[in-house]
């Protein structure tokens, strides 16, 4: 990580057309990289993280890998924007994808963020990156779980980011993009979402 890659992660990236984002009860966008319904049969949650070296990102990556070692039954994704070899070294230092064959965190790289805009997620704003409220739960991050700003090799930091639900037949359960910067989706209770009794 040189200081110019981390000031790039402060410029604006290219615009990119928007689709509006999936609702509960509409059918999930589906490509070749995420296509979905999952052809495992399988529910998917999918979390689309903000640049690695995020504290709120790694801070979701974690509790994904972590809900993912508890439902088997589900599939679980994080999608990163910033580049494949940037996202390879993020996720080796937060600790891999899961643990001894565990149901593994799949990681998706997205670098020209066009699956972020399937899924309307475009760029935020100085408000929702810069707030006072944010800033504070990321020092609090660092305080009580030890997640702290990591070098930010490639992204933006003014991704937005979001999480879905998905359900076996491709339908969105819950989710949609973050109202705040320091939002972290709650996937015990998303797993709630599409859990057959």
């Known amino acids: 990580m040189t200081i110019a890659q981390e000031a790039a992660s402060w410029f604006a990236p290219p615009a990119v ?3 509006p984002a999936p609702k509960p009860g509409e059918k999930a966008p ?10 495992n049969g399988k ?22 890998r972590t ?47 066009k699956i972020y805009a399937q899924w309307g997620l475009g760029l935020s704003s100085w408000g929702h990156v810069l707030s006072p409220s944010g800033l504070a739960s990321v020092w609090k991050l660092g305080r009580e779980r030890g997640i702290w700003n990591r070098p930010t090799e490639s992204g933006t930091r003014w991704q937005l980011s979001g999480n879905w639900v998905v359900d076996d037949e491709g339908v969105v359960r819950g989710g949609g993009p973050a109202e705040r910067v320091d939002e972290v989706m709650d996937f015990e209770e998303a797993v709630g979402l599409v859990k057959r009794s």
């Open 17 to 19: 057309e928007l689709s």
């Open 30 to 39: 589906s490509c070749p990289q995420l296509p979905l319904p999952a052809a």
């Open 43 to 64: 529910p998917t949650i999918i979390s689309f993280l903000r640049h690695c070296g995020c504290p709120i990102a790694e801070a979701a990556f974690l509790n994904l």
């Open 67 to 113: 809900a993912a070692s508890k439902h088997p039954d589900i599939n679980f994704i994080a999608v990163s924007h910033s580049d494949q070899p940037s996202t390879d070294r993020w996720v080796e230092s937060v600790g891999d994808r899961g643990n001894d064959g565990a149901n593994q965190v799949e990681v998706i790289v997205d670098a020209e963020r």
